[in-house]
T-cell receptor, first 110, second 116 residues
């Protein structure tokens, strides 16, 4: 199972673009990369998932280089409500053996 | 569409007791997974149920068990509670389990268990 490494915390200001990078050197061929967002006292919420290159949805973009050993979650124009913990997961999509790392605590300031 | 619901939301138990937590998945979802979240260990996978069968299990002692009913609702049980079992227990549901490009888990709000 691929282990992930993310920065423990990041600070940003409202309106800025935030990029959170996750390292996963041992990613396997079948592994997908999934990002979740979690607010205090709530369950994680799915943000985006990808396998390679770039994926974009209404909330974020996910950039995955060709070697897939890292990925970057990009949040455009963050607001105060984006203050949360962001988790990067690597593995076969599914609950089984899903490993959440420590996550990145993003703090958005006014 | 109603989200994942968990009951109770908060629970206080004493050491040695047992506890049962309940999870109702989103309508139509057949897979239910359970996680334990603590400040020290983060989010850890407990087990996953699909079609009333436990399909996968995390690295937890046998005191942690669960089951899934025919309507996909799930319960987890912790026996002989220890202080270290104090945590937020999260349930997540999904349409299917296993491989799938767009597999997505929907988490409930969790049950906050405090063991004294």
């Amino acid at each position: 199972l691929a282990k992930t490494t993310q920065p423990i915390s990041m600070d940003s200001y409202e309106g800025q673009e935030v990029n959170i990078t996750c390292s996963h050197n041992n990613i396997a061929t079948n592994d997908y990369i999934t990002w979740y967002q979690q607010f205090p006292s709530q369950g994680p919420r799915f943000i985006i998932q990808g396998y390679k290159t770039k994926v974009t949805n209404e909330v974020a973009s996910l950039f995955i280089p060709a070697d897939r050993k890292s990925s970057t979650l990009s949040l455009p124009r963050v607001s105060l409500s984006d203050t949360a913990v962001y988790y990067c997961l690597v593995g076969e999509p599914g609950g089984f053996k899903t490993i959440f790392g420590a996550g990145t605590r993003l703090f958005v300031k006014a | 569409k109603a989200g994942v619901t968990q009951t109770p939301r908060y629970l206080i138990k004493t050491r040695g007791q047992q506890v049962t937590l309940s999870c109702s998945p989103i309508s139509g979802h057949r897979s239910v997974s359970w996680y334990q979240q603590t400040p020290g260990q983060g989010l850890q996978f407990l087990f996953e149920y699909f079609s009333e069968t436990q399909r996968n299990k995390g690295n937890f002692p046998g005191r942690f068990s669960g089951r899934q009913f025919s309507n996909s609702r799930s319960e987890m049980n912790v026996s002989t509670l220890e202080l270290g079992d104090s945590a937020l227990y999260l349930c997540a549901s999904s349409l299917e389990m296993g491989r799938g490009r767009n597999y997505e888990q929907y988490f409930g709000p969790g049950t906050r268990l405090t063991v004294t």
